[in-house]
């Protein structure tokens, strides 16, 4: 076929004979086959709720604390080779009455609404992506490094939460707990972890940070020039923690009692995937024990995308009333959302700590949540019902509380730490830069 040059009309006259004798192959013919449908879409059998919630009835929540977290990758406008990633994860406190305030005045002063708005932490952070690392050391043990150095004190002060959830921060001491172990990262034995932020293989003296032990490097494309995937996966570390970090203080003070005042409120899923399941499992160990205690956490994440929220948009008569709660069976998501076969036996989550569910909040405002269960193993219940979720009508009649006209289906904390931690705009973008700029002048890119 004769060089056409690219956009013009030849190339895409060509383009489209390429495309028609391609498709004229019998396998390529079955699977466009089985794309075509010629029936209205099925509304799968069990798509009605599970549960009424009464959302006139005032909720007992009063504060509500939203974790959010934005990521930029910055190249070196100078050689594109090399590029950082910028990570900024935070928190935001926002009072139920006051939001409930702001929606009953829309033209408020602006100074009283930058004092209800104005209580937030970000814990900014940032990791080198290819091409930036420490003097003659690898790309793999500057990111090591530059990871340890972050969750310490002074930078974003995580590590203590990291702690708490891996080595079981809320029990007595001298109580049992799980031992946890790694592969050593040099002679790749596996040893059990000492309780410490920084310690030596025991069989080969190689030092090690606890950090290593997320697993956050192992899946990068390469030693020298690891993917954006993992500054995602680190991100979605700081958002954990940034989540816990609050819980973690009211349970070392023993004031648990005042989480039954408190929602937390995710932006996404409530999971760490790949190696995040080294977390999850202390997770699930800490919600569990709040719930023995009777102190439970109210906590609940928000998919604003993805198969449960085109779900739910295309079969609104899941939930048709405000109050209206979707509990879908583990082998519904699967097969039904997700178009997936599903295995029961063989079927395994290590990766999450909530359940995912659909709610109406509004005419207008349907949500897909993830919320955890009384079954915490393997994402939650098999058949969830009910009574799997103490805490889920206290959430939802006040997220009926929250629902902005923003964008569809938003809520107004999701709308205010979006607002705060998110880099994308085009002013955060040209202040990265202009650090990334400050830094070459410096010598340190």
């Known amino acids: 076929m004769p060089y056409q040059k690219r956009g013009g009309a030849g190339f895409e006259a060509a383009s489209k004979i390429a495309h028609m004798e391609m498709i004229q192959h019998p396998v390529l013919q079955s699977v466009v086959q089985s794309l075509r449908v010629d029936d209205a879409p099925r509304t799968p059998a069990g798509t009605e709720p599970t549960l009424r919630v009464d959302i006139a009835q005032a909720p007992v929540i009063e504060d509500i604390v939203t974790v959010d977290a934005g990521l930029q990758v910055v190249p070196n406008p100078v050689r594109r080779e090399k590029a950082m990633s910028f990570i900024n994860p935070g928190a935001s406190l926002l009072r139920l009455a006051d939001l409930e305030r702001l929606a009953a005045d829309p033209i408020m002063d602006p100074r009283d609404m930058s004092d209800i708005l104005g209580r937030h932490t970000l814990r900014p952070a940032y990791l080198p992506l290819r091409g930036v690392r420490m003097g003659s050391r690898s790309m793999k043990d500057t990111l090591r490094e530059v990871i340890n150095a972050t969750l310490c004190r002074g930078i974003t002060d995580l590590y203590d939460v990291l ?4 080595f079981e921060g809320w029990l007595p001491q001298g109580a049992p707990r799980a031992k946890r172990s790694m592969k050593c990262l040099d002679c790749r034995q596996e040893f059990d972890l000492p309780p410490k932020q920084i310690f030596g293989c025991p069989h080969c003296a190689h030092a090690h940070y606890l950090s290593d032990y997320l697993g956050l490097l192992s899946d990068s494309d390469s030693e020298e020039s690891p993917g954006e995937e993992v500054a995602h996966g680190f991100m979605g570390v700081l958002e954990v923690l940034c989540l816990f970090r609050l819980p973690m203080l009211l349970t070392k003070a023993n004031r648990d009692a005042r989480l039954a005042n408190i929602l937390f409120i995710k932006d996404g899923s409530l999971m760490l995937r790949a190696a995040g399941f080294r977390v999850v499992d202390g997770i699930r160990r800490y919600l569990d024990w709040l719930r023995a205690k009777g102190s439970p956490m109210h906590l609940v994440g928000v998919e604003k995308t993805g198969q449960m929220t085109e779900f739910l948009e295309d079969f609104s008569q899941a939930v048709p009333q405000p109050g209206d709660v979707f509990m879908p069976p583990r082998r519904f998501i699967k ?37 955890p269960a009384t079954t915490l193993a393997n994402g939650g219940p098999e058949v969830p019902v009910p009574t799997d979720f103490p805490e889920l009508e206290e959430i939802v009649r006040t997220l009926s509380r929250l629902t902005s006209a923003r964008y569809p289906n938003a809520l107004l904390p999701l709308v205010h730490a979006n607002r705060q931690v998110s880099l994308a705009n085009g002013r955060s973008s040209r202040i990265l830069e202009e650090y990334v700029m400050s830094l070459m002048r410096g010598g340190g890119a």
Do not use: K, M, N
């Open 163 to 166: 702690e708490f959830l891996l």
């Open 335 to 371: 097969e039904e959302i997700q178009g997936r076969s599903y295995d029961p036996e063989g079927y395994r989550d290590r990766v999450s700590y909530g359940t995912r569910i659909g709610v109406r909040l509004s005419e207008t405002h349907v949500v897909a949540l993830q919320t």
